[in-house]
RNA sequence: GGGCCUGUAGCUCAGUCAGGUAGAGCGUCGGACUUUUAAUCCGAUGGUCGCGGGUUCGAACCCCGUCAGGCCCGCCA
């Protein structure tokens, strides 16, 4: 079974109803790390409603964090926010310099700026979330019953925590940091409690009562997330590794959810997504992928493979260069397949079975419409990136696709993978050892094993290029021709062909490249080539 | 210091919860096809299940220990 049907099954026998929850903290650019969060909850979901289930897919924005610190990517105006909620300060320019305007006259904050195209890719990837703003859920009283209990309650809170994460809190420590003089919640320290009022003193010296039932404050992280299951009625949570280990976030959470009157929700931990040989991914360090950036490169379909085809607990390496060409070529491999016709096979051993299943299991989970097929386009990611390097204009990659037989006619689907495919060839990501270069200067090295009837086929083959026509049914038919003319197999000549342009073994179909090439420029190489073979 | 996760074929991983003949995909190799060769089809190859003990008729799976990598116990998806 999927691992997302799995953690539908074990809902299902609690229960017909279920909010299953997301959330992430605007602080920064949103990365595919985002997406992980994003998509497990999605996943989830999707399992739960073809179970039967009713369930109520929710993404929360966290809003109400303070910024933690002036980022590379922020202006030294921002040092005045360090401490303030993110949904409550303005949004940086691209100069880094916060846009007052904007946030003056249309109260666009730092949270929506980063939120917004995220949004976006997420809509585009078919995801689509009940949104709930947190700083908007304080400011509109859904957090003030539980905050209430949490501030009477707050000394069995302090010894859950200590007890659990084994830190000690220190002595003025209260479930509520009430936002100061400034509208940070840095550096405050409360003086009393009296509902709803939080009394508090800050560092600048000055004093004041926060009022726990309107958002001028928030409760702390730890308490915060179990505040959150409970009013919104949570009954799953997928979350990152960091807040799954023991003495962690959801370890204290889980019994502080209990103390605050309501049961946590099922957990599930995620394994974290590192960028290829840099490590994880980091906002702070700049070493990211957006989602928008890799939606670039590949359709929705693939990305959500990355996550469908992996289970949550195992940290998935995301390689923009050959590997994004594996996984895509894996994609069009697994929609061709009949999953069912495989699963009526008596002959399947019970292992082989579970495989099918998680395979068909994963796909189901790769539409960007629940419950639509995954299509297979029939081409390639490896053709395509042949195409298109060969090919300028799109209608030329379509009539060849035609003539081939893959294709009867260009569905917008595949109209859209040649764009995105043009896109990651002309990026950095795109892989070297899948573009097409000709050779400027022949490979000593591979002519030199050039045994006396491969030299003949390459006198040949020169000659006869020399003389045809520069198109790719010509060059095509010359190529085999030069090695036929010696009673020798088609196969030699592209051999020749392939190290004597492009220093290789063996290369893609050659005659639509060369087509594409100067005449002059390929023959010039060729006679070169034939010089330096040594006798 | 305490805890969590991971370790299975060259690579990516299933299989561990409910012990019963080591499984996929990719790669590699071979063959077929030949106006193609990063294509397609067919076939083959491949593993002391990190290591050492224990329990058992039987262990990749359960138990104990150990090694390696990652992570958490401030903040982070």
Redesign the pocket.
């Known amino acids: 079974m999927h691992w997302a049907d799995v953690a539908a099954q074990s809902l299902s026998h609690k229960g017909k109803k279920h909010v299953v929850s997301t959330g992430?903290?605007p602080?920064g650019e949103f990365?595919i790390?985002?997406l992980?969060?994003i998509l497990t909850g999605d996943m989830i979901s999707r399992a739960a409603q073809n179970a039967g289930l009713d369930v109520d897919f929710v993404f929360i924005i966290?809003s109400a964090?303070p910024l933690?610190k002036v980022y590379d990517f922020l202006g030294p105006e921002y040092e005045q926010f360090v401490g303030n909620q993110l949904g409550a300060i303005p949004a940086p320019k691209k100069d880094g310099s916060p846009d007052w305007g904007r946030f003056e006259n249309e109260n666009w904050t730092y949270a929506n700026h980063f939120l917004e195209p995220f949004l976006t890719a997420l809509s585009e990837i078919g995801v689509n979330p009940r949104l709930i703003d947190n700083l908007e859920s304080y400011r509109s009283g859904c957090f003030a019953e539980l905050s209430k209990i949490a501030c009477d309650r707050a000394d069995e809170i302090r010894e859950c925590i200590e007890r659990i994460?084994?830190?000690e809190l220190p002595d003025d420590w209260f479930p509520w940091s009430p936002l100061n003089s400034k509208k940070g919640l840095d550096k405050v320290k409360v003086t009393g409690y009296e509902y709803p009022l939080v009394h508090w003193k800050d560092e600048y010296g000055e004093t004041g009562s926060s009022d726990i039932t309107k958002g001028e404050g928030k409760l702390p992280?730890?308490i915060d997330w179990p505040a959150k299951w409970g009013w919104i009625g949570v009954t799953c949570e997928a979350?990152?590794?960091?807040?799954?280990?023991?003495?962690?976030?959801y370890s204290t959470g889980r019994e502080i959810a209990q103390l605050l009157g309501h049961e946590p929700p099922q957990p599930l931990?995620?394994?974290?997504?590192?960028l290829k040989g840099q490590?994880?991914?980091?906002?702070s360090t700049g070493n990211t992928i957006g989602p928008i950036e890799a939606l670039e490169l590949v359709p929705p379909e693939i990305l959500r493979l990355l996550i469908a085809k992996?289970?949550p607990?195992?940290?998935?390496?995301f390689d923009t260069g050959m590997g994004l060409v594996?996984l895509a070529d894996?994609y069009e491999?697994l929609a061709a397949r009949d999953f069912e016709n495989e699963l009526a096979s008596e002959e399947l051993?019970r292992?082989?079975r579970?495989?099918v299943e998680?395979?068909a299991g994963a796909m189901r989970m790769t539409s960007t419409v629940s419950g639509q097929e995954a299509l297979a386009t029939a081409v390639?990611f490896?053709?395509l990136a042949?195409l298109a390097q060969t090919k300028k204009n799109d209608e030329d990659v379509w009539s060849s696709l035609n003539s081939s037989g893959a294709v009867e006619s260009v569905t917008p689907q595949l109209q859209d993978r040649l764009n995105r495919m043009r896109h990651w060839i002309g990026s950095e990501h795109f892989p070297e050892?899948?573009?097409?270069n000709i050779l400027e200067q022949p490979s000593v090295q591979m002519l030199q094993r050039f045994d006396a009837d491969e030299k003949k086929i390459l006198a040949n083959m020169t000659a006869a290029l020399e003389a045809c026509e520069w198109d790719?049914?010509s060059?095509?038919?010359s190529?085999?021709q030069a090695a036929r003319d010696l009673d020798l197999?088609?196969?030699?000549?592209?051999?020749v062909a392939?190290a004597s342009l492009m220093g290789?073994e063996?290369?893609?179909?050659?005659?639509?490249i060369l087509a594409e090439m100067e005449k002059l420029e390929i023959i010039a190489l060729l006679h070169a080539c034939i010089r330096c073979i040594p006798d």
């Open positions: 992430i903290t602080s990365h790390g985002h992980r969060e966290d964090d933690r994460s084994s830190r992280w730890r979350f990152g590794k960091d807040h799954g280990a023991a003495g962690g976030s931990v995620y394994e974290w997504i590192s490590g994880a991914m980091s906002s992996s289970k607990n195992k940290a998935i390496e594996t894996e491999r051993s292992r082989q579970v495989q998680d395979a390639t490896r053709h042949l050892e899948m573009r097409i790719a049914a060059i095509g038919a190529i085999p197999s088609p196969r030699s000549a592209f051999k392939y290789t063996k290369g893609p179909r050659l005659a639509p």
